[in-house]
């Protein structure tokens, strides 16, 4: 059956009234014409969605991209302050190392062979980077490349890092202090100071001399340190309380043995103030100066110092202020 060609006719006067205006549109185009303003509508309104979706999304974009940028040139700056501490730290490490030398050189140790820190190369920062935060600079200072770089065996001077100069700064000082720790031990057990804490003056040396008894050459061991009974007498040097005796010829005493062969003896004491296997700190007190024993003649204090054995000159041993040239003995 063909489609009935439906039409919609309008009709008007026109102006003058004259005469009739007919106008035929098949309704077939009229249908067309209404739905082509309706997707035009319809396109407008989507495209207007999208548009405005588009601004926001472009909006949010660019913000995003605000902020790393700045994120960007905060680690710069953190970069550079980092890089500048580093710097920092490298110069005092250089200082720390030369003290460290200066000190060796003083106690007569041999140079570490750890001595030198590296020089930079001009160019080259510590970090390995140049505040860049470019690909290759991030790529330096990446963890895994340091470590592996300073593991390497040393040869290369760049190639020792400031983290492995400062370890092996740390071993040297710490070696360094044991051995000034041992020599410190060895110099507390030396009998260094006078053995008699208050005014006093030596009234018989070390050595041959008339005895003031007989008249006779004999040989006196000790020092003969005459002061007022009751002068505190005291330890000359670390050590452990010996022997306490109350020997007939010199009287009450003690001695102290210091370790490394080097003993003291203290006699003529009116009073004894420690006892046997005590443990004694240099300048303790030991006693009190006296006259007894027979071989005293006033109150005084018979000091002597035993090496090996052996009876020494107590004066070698005395850091004398008033005797320029006097020096500590060394075994
Ligand atoms: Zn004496």
Same mark, same amino acid.
């Given at each position: 059956m063909p489609q +009935? !060609?439906?039409?919609? #006719?309008? #009709?008007?006067? *026109? =102006?003058?009234? #004259? @005469?009739?205006?007919?106008? #035929?549109?098949?309704?077939?185009?009229?249908?067309?014409?209404? @739905? =082509?303003?309706?997707?035009a509508l319809l396109g407008t309104v989507v495209l207007g969605a999208v548009a405005q979706r588009l601004q926001r999304e472009s909006a949010a974009l660019y913000t995003r991209q605000r902020a790393v940028e700045s994120e960007r040139n905060q680690l710069a700056r953190q970069l550079d302050e980092?890089?500048? $501490?580093? +710097?920092?730290?490298? *110069?005092?490490?250089?200082?720390?190392?030369? $003290?460290?030398?200066?000190?060796?050189?003083?106690?007569?140790? $041999?140079?570490?062979?750890? +001595?030198?820190?590296?020089p930079?190369?001009?160019? $080259?920062?510590?970090?390995? @980077?140049k505040g860049s935060l470019g690909d290759e600079g991030l790529e330096a200072v990446s963890p895994g490349a340091r470590s592996a770089e300073a593991e390497e065996p040393s040869g290369l001077p760049s190639d020792? @890092?400031?983290?492995? /100069?400062? !370890?092996?700064? =740390?071993? *040297?000082?710490?070696?360094? =202090?044991?051995?000034?720790?041992?020599?410190? +031990?060895?110099?507390d057990a030396i009998p260094a100071i006078s053995p008699v804490d208050g005014e006093h003056w030596v009234s018989s040396a070390f050595g041959w001399r008339a005895s003031p008894f007989t008249g006779a050459r004999e040989f006196h061991n000790g020092l003969d340190m /005459? &002061?007022?009974k009751g002068t505190?007498?005291?330890?000359?040097? %670390? &050590? !452990?309380?010996?022997?306490?005796?109350? *020997?007939?010829?010199? &009287?009450?005493?003690?001695?102290?043995?210091?370790g490394n062969g080097i003993r003291t003896i203290y006699g003529h004491l009116e009073k004894v103030l420690v006892r046997s296997g005590e443990r004694l700190s240099r300048g303790e007190p030991v006693g009190l100066m006296g006259s007894t024993g027979s071989r005293s003649t006033g109150p005084h204090l018979h000091y002597a110092v035993k090496v090996?054995?052996?009876?020494?000159?107590?004066? %070698?041993?005395?850091?004398?202020r008033t005797q320029p040239g006097t020096a500590v003995a060394r075994k």
């Open positions: +009935e !060609r439906r039409t919609l #006719t309008v #009709t008007w006067q *026109d =102006a003058e009234g #004259t @005469g009739l205006n007919r106008l #035929t549109v098949r309704l077939r185009w009229l249908q067309i014409g209404a @739905g =082509a303003v309706l997707a980092a890089q500048a $501490e580093m +710097e920092q730290a490298r *110069d005092s490490l250089v200082q720390v190392r030369t $003290e460290e030398a200066k000190i060796r050189s003083w106690l007569g140790l $041999e140079a570490s062979p750890r +001595e030198e820190l590296p930079v190369p001009p160019g $080259e920062d510590i970090a390995g @980077g020792l @890092g400031l983290v492995a /100069a400062s !370890r092996s700064l =740390a071993a *040297d000082l710490a070696d360094l =202090a044991v051995y000034v720790e041992k020599q410190k +031990e060895g110099w /005459a &002061g007022r505190p007498v005291v330890a000359a040097a %670390n &050590g !452990r309380v010996d022997q306490v005796f109350d *020997d007939s010829a010199l &009287g009450q005493g003690l001695s102290i043995d210091h090996d054995g052996q009876y020494v000159n107590p004066r %070698n041993y005395l850091l004398d």
